[in-house]
């Protein structure tokens, strides 16, 4: 098992910043693409921003500019800077990471942390 712990939300006005983070625990594993999603209340949960093992980066049209996702490998972290934050940013945070156990048999999986809040005022 993979165990992924959220950390870093919380209340900002807007136009505020904040930086999450997501530290992944666990045994024999290497965490392949890694991602941040939110879900707004009354809302889908919705794709925010993804990163490779190589650093190769997407984001949702809404973000672009705005929130850099990086990882930093030896320690297993994976980040979100959330800068310019508007109320519609207003959502549960999560992060998600695609696995590769490396048991045998080696066998993939996909890992979510719990959320962490973030409130944007205005």
């Known amino acids: 098992q993979v165990q992924l712990v959220e950390s870093g939300g919380g209340l900002v006005q807007a136009g505020g910043s904040l930086r999450l983070s997501c530290a992944a625990s666990g045994n024999m594993f290497i965490i392949n693409i890694m991602h941040w999603y939110r879900q707004a209340p009354g809302k889908q949960r919705e794709l925010v921003a993804s990163?490779?093992?190589?650093?190769?980066?997407n984001y949702a049209d809404s973000v672009k500019g705005r929130f850099t996702i990086s990882r930093d490998n030896a320690k297993n972290t994976l980040y979100l800077q959330m800068n310019s934050l508007k109320p519609e940013d207003t959502a549960v945070y999560y992060c998600?990471?695609?696995?590769?156990?490396?048991?045998?048999?080696?066998?993939?999986?996909?890992?979510w942390g719990q959320g962490t809040q973030v409130t944007v005022s205005s």
């Open positions: 990163i490779t093992n190589s650093g190769s980066t």
């Open positions: 998600n990471a695609d696995v590769t156990v490396v048991t045998f048999p080696p066998h993939s999986l996909s890992s």
